[in-house]
């Protein structure tokens, strides 16, 4: 079945900088690819998603990328700001009836005022 | 907006006790799931559901069964609680497929049971 990796586990940056999460996919049948972002206390909710027939999307300060070739795709923050932390999981797809996502293992991003 | 709402926020149950984890999704949603959520272990699927009475097994079914009579209502059975089954619990519901083909579509999320077992 799919699997989906995460990197990195954690990532802690100053407000203002840019934020990146990366994961990779196994199964090239994958063609789509949403991000969550998960705040204390709260579910997961969708921040972004990508489709396999795009390389780049982006929803002001948040981008997502996409390298099918690599089976790689990325998050993007620029100018983070505190309400920024939280978890964030990224996870694939393959285009079923059941509409069912592999995630990846999560990332806690920390912005320092 | 789409409200999943989890039954419980926490619950506490004993060894061997038959437990029962409810999830209401009001946006007629064909697909529903649950995941439970450990630290460094991301969002692993227990179950999920494409239509009324139909269910599917995740990528972690054993210990659990699931039940969907109505469309809206998606519930979780731990047929015999267990310490190791001590974790939180996500719903989530989807839509099915759309009419420009795509089958996969984003999950909206209910906001997790903590389910301890003693």
């Known amino acids: 079945g799919e699997n989906v990796e995460q990197h990195p586990s954690t990532l802690s940056v100053q407000e203002g900088d840019s934020a990146v999460i990366k994961c990779t996919y196994s199964?090239?049948?994958?063609?789509?690819f949403p991000w969550y972002k998960q705040e204390l206390g709260k579910g997961p909710q969708l921040i972004i998603d990508?489709?396999?027939?795009?390389g780049e999307k982006k929803d002001q300060r948040i981008a997502v990328t996409l390298n099918k070739t690599a089976k790689h795709f990325s998050l993007h923050i620029t100018e983070t700001q505190p309400e920024d932390s939280a978890v964030y999981f990224c996870?694939?797809?393959?285009?079923?009836?059941?509409?069912?996502?592999?995630f990846g293992d999560g990332t806690t991003l920390t912005v320092k005022p | 907006d789409v409200k999943v709402t989890q039954s419980s926020r926490y619950l506490v149950k004993r060894t061997g006790e038959k437990v029962f984890l409810e999830c209401v999704q009001d946006?007629?949603?064909?697909?529903m799931f649950w995941y439970r959520q450990d630290p460094g272990l991301g969002l692993r699927l227990i179950y999920f559901?494409?239509?009324?009475?139909?269910?599917e097994k995740g990528d972690i079914p054993e210990g659990y069964s699931v039940s969907r009579e109505k469309k809206e209502r998606f519930s979780l059975i731990l047929e015999s609680a267990s310490t190791n089954q001590t974790s939180m619990y996500l719903c989530?519901?989807?839509?099915?497929?759309?009419?420009?083909?795509?089958?996969?579509?984003?999950?909206?999320f209910g906001d997790g049971t903590r389910l301890s077992i003693l």
């Open positions: 946006m007629d949603h064909e697909n």
């Open positions: 559901s494409y239509d009324v009475k139909m269910k």
């Open positions: 199964d090239s049948a994958s063609n789509y």
């Open positions: 990508i489709r396999s027939n795009v």
């Open positions: 989530a519901s989807g839509t099915g497929p759309i009419p420009s083909g795509y089958s996969n579509q984003p999950q909206h």
């Open positions: 996870a694939a797809s393959i285009n079923t009836n059941a509409g069912k996502s592999t």
